[in-house]
């Protein structure tokens, strides 16, 4: 079965750099979420849309921002980066907002030198 | 407040020895209870949700239950391939965010 697919697997960014993270939800879902993940931590809530319109808004940072696209896709665009931004970047995505289960993708490492 | 916690944070099985991992919850208005497994340098695997009380799921050697307070994973027989970080995590009454709970590693020797 088709899965999220997340882009890139890798990232090495420098200090004030950008970076955007790219996420294909798995076809027919509607809703999208961002989550980020330190190590030896659990997942972070950042931003979740649905239906293309932000739905949920947890710890993210004023320098990032994100978008959903009509064809459902997602993209997470991160400016000025610290070196505190290293992590693991989730997204997952759910058929509907209410209670469903949300499918992770494999994740973006973004590491900041 | 509300709060997620998941014991033991590590456990270390024979394979074929059974064991239980426990999450519990003080949440407002709890609307669901997700089980997920995590292998190193991967994404969450979806495993289960739980929606009310006295509600039972199973898949394969894995059953999860749900009380008012705790959810509980039952790993039966495990085998090797079930070592990986089990995390609980739930949705409250506003919003659609996973909480966590910490997880817990399990590491079944052969």
Redesign the interface.
């Known amino acids: 079965a088709a899965g999220v697919i997340q882009s890139p697997r890798h990232l090495i960014k420098e200090k004030r750099e950008t970076a955007t993270l790219k996420c294909y939800p798995i076809p027919r879902h509607d809703t999208v979420y961002w989550y980020q993940q330190g190590p030896g931590q659990d997942p972070q809530f950042l931003i979740s849309f649905y239906e293309k319109m932000q739905s949920d808004k947890g710890s993210i940072p004023d320098r990032f921002s994100a978008q959903q696209f009509s064809d459902y896709h997602s993209e997470l665009n991160m400016s000025s980066l610290e070196l505190g931004d290293s992590a693991l970047y989730f997204c997952a995505s759910s058929l509907g907002q209410n209670n469903q289960p949300q499918h992770f993708g494999d994740g973006t490492r973004l590491s900041i030198l | 407040e509300d709060q997620v916690t998941q014991s033991p944070e590590a456990l270390r099985l024979q394979e074929g020895e059974s064991s239980s991992l426990n999450c519990s919850y003080t949440v407002s208005g709890l609307?669901?209870l997700?089980w997920?497994r995590q292998d190193p340098?991967?994404?969450?695997?979806?495993l289960f949700?739980l929606?009310s009380a006295g509600e039972e799921k199973e898949k394969e050697r894995l059953k999860a239950t749900l009380t008012k307070k705790e959810s509980f994973l039952h790993i039966t027989a495990p085998k090797p391939e079930d070592s990986a970080t089990y995390?609980c995590a739930v949705?409250k009454a506003a919003?659609?965010?996973?909480?966590?709970?910490?997880?817990t590693r399990v590491l079944v020797k052969p």
């Open positions: 609307r669901g997700f997920y340098g991967k994404g969450p695997e979806f949700t929606y995390l949705i919003g659609n965010k996973l909480t966590f709970g910490g997880g």
